[in-house]
């Protein structure tokens, strides 16, 4: 399953080498609620490997957009179980701001050109 979602970049952790052949990094974007802002929501993504490097260019609150898929786990240890999941990034691109609309320039009645003298054609 592959998503994908934009947000600000709020939280940028390092690169945690987890085991000798097993490395990832987290980090966290802000998703605006178009509603209510104070609704926001804070989602934490994981890359792995050779992906940790895609969030070097990325700055603190840049807008990206994050595609990502869903990976669910069961755990067991001492008898009990237990599931997580993680939502594991694998693009990261940068959100380009949209290009502002030119100003229109303001017009005065000067400005207009006059108007073609009137002929006698029927067309």
Not at 42 to 68: A, H, M, W
Request: negative net charge; aromatic residues 10%.
């Amino acid at each position: 399953m592959n998503f994908e979602i934009n947000g600000k970049v709020i939280v940028k952790d390092d690169t945690q080498q987890i085991s000798d052949r097993f490395k990832k990094r987290e980090f966290v974007i802000e998703v605006e609620n178009e509603r209510n802002s104070e609704w926001n929501d804070f989602i934490k993504f994981q890359l792995t490997q050779d992906r940790c490097d895609l969030l070097e260019p990325i700055s603190l609150n840049e807008e990206i957009k994050v595609s990502f898929n869903i990976r669910g786990r069961k755990w067991e240890k001492d008898g009990r179980v237990n599931y997580f999941s993680n939502l594991e990034a694998w693009r990261i691109e940068k959100v380009q701001a949209e290009a502002a609309i030119p100003e229109m320039p303001e017009f005065t009645a000067d400005d207009v050109p006059p108007a073609p003298e009137e002929d006698d054609l029927p067309f």
